[in-house]
C-alpha cells in the first residue's frame, strides 16, 4: 500500500517539476520575442538613417523598396563631409559642447563638495533649490532670456544675440544643476573619516577636493561630463531662438535651417547629416554606457 | 527671556575665549571657502534662471512693442482666442497619452529584459536605450521620413497589405498620433532605465514568499513589485510628465504645430507667437501657463525628496 502511494507521487512531483520549467523557458521565448519586436521599434529610426544615407537621390525618389538599398553610394556623405557649412555645424557644434562641459564642470563640483560636506548657512536650501531648478524647462525661459540679452545688448553695444558663444551662457542653465545635484549625491556617499583624516593630516578644503574627492568620486564625474556633454550637443531650442546666421549655427538647428529649403527636402542629405550629428552621443554611449546609465538612474534614484 | 538665554552662553564664550576664537575663525574660514565654491553657482541659478523667471512674468503684462503696461490685456486676450483653448487641450492629451504608454511600455520591457538570464540583460539594455541618447531632433528627423507621405517607408509597406496611403502628419487626428508615438518612443527608454533598476532592488526573499502564499505571476506585481516600486515610478513620471509637457523639439520637428495649429503644445506656440511672430509678451504669457502644472509635480516630487531624506 505504502509502496504504491510513493510510486504514485514521485512521477507527479517530476510531472510538476517538468512543467515549471517548461512554462520557465516559454516564458523565456515570449520575453525574447516581445523583446526583439521592441528592440526593432527602437532601432528602426536610426537605421532607416543609415539605409537612405546610403543612397542616391534617384533611388530616393524612385518607387523601389525602401527598405533597401540597391545601389549603395557614399555621395551623401562626400558631399556632406566636404561642404564648408556642414562643417562650420560640426565645429560650431563641437566647440560649444567642449566648453560648456569645461564651464559646467568647473562650477558644478565645486559647488556640490561645498553643499555635501561644508555645511554653512542655507546649505540645504540651496542643494533643494539646485534640484529645482533642474525640473524649469527651457522652454519657460527662451523668451525672457532672448529679451535680456537684446536689452543687454541695448545696453553695452556687447552683441550676444546671432554669435554662437551666447549658448555658452545659456547652456549651462540646463547642465549646472542636474550635474552639480548628481554631484552632490557622489560626495555625499564618500565615507566621512576619509576628508577627516584628510584634514587632520592638514590638508586646506581645497587640496581635500582635489586630492580625495575629485579621484574617489571619479565614476560621478565621468557620468556628470556625458550627461552635460549629451545635453549640450542636443539642444535645439536655444540654438534655433538665438542664432540665425548660417556661420553661427549648430548641427541640429543648421541640419534642419539648411537642408530644408521650403517644400523641397534633401532627404539623402539629410539622413546623412541627421546620422553624423547624432553619432558623437552614440560613440560615446557605446563606450560608456555603464557611467551613462549610472547618470541617469543617480538624479531620480539618489536624494 | 532672550537675555536670560544668552547671558550663560556668554560666559562660556567669555570663559575659553582663546580656544573659541581660533576655532570661530576656522569656521568662518570654512563657511567662507564654502560660500566662495558655490558663488559661480548661485549666481548662475539667480540670473539666468530666477531673474529670468521672473522677468517673464513682467513681460507678460506689457503690450507688443513692449513699451506699455497692459495689465492682464495678454491673458485676456488669449482667453478669448479660440487656438489658445486648443492648445490647451492638446498639451494635455499630448502629455497625459505619452506618459501613460511610456510608463506601460517602460514597465513591460523592463519586466522581459529582467526575466531572461543577466548575461544577455546588458546587450538588449544597450540596443533599447538607443532612442533615448541620439539627439531628439536628429531622430525626429528620421521619424519625419518614415512619415513621408509620397516615399515614405511606412506608407510604401501599408501599401504592400493594400491599406491606403494614411496622411501620417498631414491629417489631425494622425498628426497628434505620430507626435505621441515618436514622443513615446523617445521617452520610453527612460522608464525602462529606471524600473529596471528599481526591479533589480527588489529582494528576491518577497518573491519567494509570494511563490509559497501561491500568488500567481498577476499577484507578485500587484502585490510586490508594485508596491516596492512605488516611489520610483511616482517620481520618474512626475519628471516625465514635466518634460513632455514643456516638450518643444519633436513636435516643433515633425509637424511645427500643423496642420491648422491642431499639435501646437505650450512650448510649440510660445515659439510660433512670440519668436516667429515678435510678440514678445504674449509668447511669454502662453509659456507661463506651463508653471501651474510644473508646480505641481515640483511639491510631489519635493515631498518625496524630503521624505526619503528623513528616512536615511
Known amino acids: 500500500m505504502s509502496t504504491i502511494a510513493i510510486d504514485k507521487s514521485a512521477p507527479n512531483r517530476k510531472m510538476k517539476y517538468g512543467s515549471m520549467s517548461r512554462d520557465r523557458t516559454w516564458a523565456l521565448r515570449w520575453s525574447y520575442f516581445f523583446l526583439t519586436l521592441f528592440a526593432m521599434f527602437s532601432l528602426l529610426p536610426p537605421l532607416y538613417m543609415l539605409v537612405t544615407s546610403l543612397k542616391g537621390s534617384a533611388e530616393i525618389s524612385a518607387a523601389t523598396n525602401p527598405w533597401w538599398v540597391f545601389s549603395p553610394t557614399l555621395s551623401n556623405y562626400i558631399e556632406i563631409l566636404t561642404s564648408n557649412q556642414f562643417l562650420r555645424f560640426f565645429w560650431n557644434s563641437a566647440m560649444v559642447s567642449i566648453f560648456v562641459v569645461t564651464i559646467t564642470m568647473l562650477i558644478s563640483v565645486p559647488a556640490a563638495f561645498a553643499l555635501a560636506r561644508m555645511r554653512f548657512w542655507g546649505s540645504a536650501t540651496l542643494a533643494t533649490g539646485v534640484f529645482l531648478t533642474y525640473l524649469i524647462p527651457e522652454t519657460l525661459l527662451f523668451l525672457p532670456l532672448f529679451k535680456m540679452f537684446a536689452t543687454f545688448g541695448e545696453f553695452t553695444g556687447i552683441q550676444l544675440i546671432n554669435k554662437w558663444y551666447v549658448l555658452l551662457i545659456v547652456y549651462p542653465t540646463l547642465t549646472v544643476p542636474f550635474c552639480t545635484w548628481i554631484m552632490i549625491g557622489y560626495f555625499a556617499s564618500i565615507p566621512k573619516e576619509l576628508d577627516e583624516a584628510a584634514i587632520i593630516d592638514g590638508a586646506t578644503w581645497i587640496q581635500t577636493l582635489t586630492r580625495i574627492f575629485i579621484p574617489v568620486a571619479f565614476p560621478g564625474i565621468i557620468a556628470a561630463t556625458i550627461f552635460a556633454f549629451t545635453v549640450s550637443w542636443a539642444q535645439f531650442l536655444y540654438p534655433l531662438v538665438f542664432t540665425t546666421s548660417i556661420d553661427q549655427l549648430v548641427l541640429p538647428v543648421g541640419i534642419i535651417t539648411t537642408l530644408i529649403k521650403g517644400d523641397v527636402f534633401a532627404w539623402g542629405q539629410i539622413m546623412t547629416g541627421a546620422l553624423l550629428g547624432a553619432a558623437p552621443p552614440l560613440i560615446i554611449y557605446a563606450f560608456l554606457m555603464d557611467y551613462y546609465i549610472a547618470g541617469l538612474t543617480a538624479g531620480a534614484t539618489k536624494g | ?312
Open chain 2, 1 to 312: 527671556m532672550v537675555d536670560v538665554a544668552v547671558q550663560p552662553n556668554r560666559g562660556v564664550v567669555a570663559g575659553s575665549k582663546r580656544k573659541r576664537s581660533s576655532l570661530q575663525t576656522a569656521m568662518k574660514r570654512k563657511s567662507t571657502t564654502a560660500f566662495l565654491m558655490t558663488l559661480p553657482l548661485i549666481i548662475l541659478i539667480a540670473v539666468l534662471v530666477i531673474y529670468p523667471a521672473f522677468y517673464s512674468l513682467h513681460l507678460a503684462t506689457l503690450n507688443k512693442s513692449m513699451q506699455r503696461f497692459v495689465g492682464l490685456g495678454n491673458f485676456e486676450f488669449l482667453f478669448k482666442r479660440e487656438t489658445f483653448w486648443l492648445v490647451v487641450k492638446q498639451s494635455c492629451i499630448f502629455a497625459i497619452t505619452a506618459v501613460i504608454f511610456k510608463a506601460l511600455i517602460g514597465f513591460i520591457v523592463a519586466h522581459f529584459v529582467h526575466n531572461i538570464p543577466a548575461k544577455g540583460q546588458r546587450k538588449w539594455r544597450g540596443m533599447l536605450l538607443v532612442p533615448w541618447v541620439i539627439p531628439p531632433a536628429m531622430s525626429t528627423l528620421a521619424w519625419l521620413w518614415l512619415f513621408d507621405p509620397s516615399y515614405s517607408a511606412f506608407n510604401y509597406t501599408l501599401a504592400y497589405f493594400g491599406v491606403g496611403p494614411v496622411p501620417w502628419t498631414g491629417d489631425a487626428a494622425w498628426a497628434r498620433f505620430s507626435v505621441i508615438l515618436v514622443n513615446i518612443w523617445v521617452g520610453a527608454p527612460f522608464f525602462m532605465i529606471m524600473y529596471l533598476a528599481a526591479l533589480k532592488s527588489v529582494p528576491d526573499q518577497l518573491y519567494e514568499a509570494a511563490a509559497i502564499d501561491g500568488a500567481n505571476w498577476w499577484q507578485r506585481i500587484w502585490y510586490v513589485t508594485l508596491p516596492m516600486m512605488r516611489n520610483i515610478i511616482a517620481i520618474t513620471t512626475l519628471f516625465s510628465l514635466i518634460v513632455t509637457f514643456a516638450n518643444f523639439d519633436i513636435v516643433r520637428i515633425l509637424t511645427a504645430g500643423g496642420p491648422l495649429d491642431h499639435t501646437h503644445i505650450f512650448a510649440t506656440w510660445a515659439f510660433r507667437v512670440g519668436i516667429e511672430g515678435s510678440d514678445v509678451p504674449l509668447g511669454a504669457s502662453v509659456s507661463l501657463f506651463m508653471v501651474p502644472i510644473l508646480a505641481i509635480a515640483a511639491v510631489f516630487i519635493l515631498r518625496d525628496i524630503n521624505k526619503r531624506g528623513n528616512e536615511s
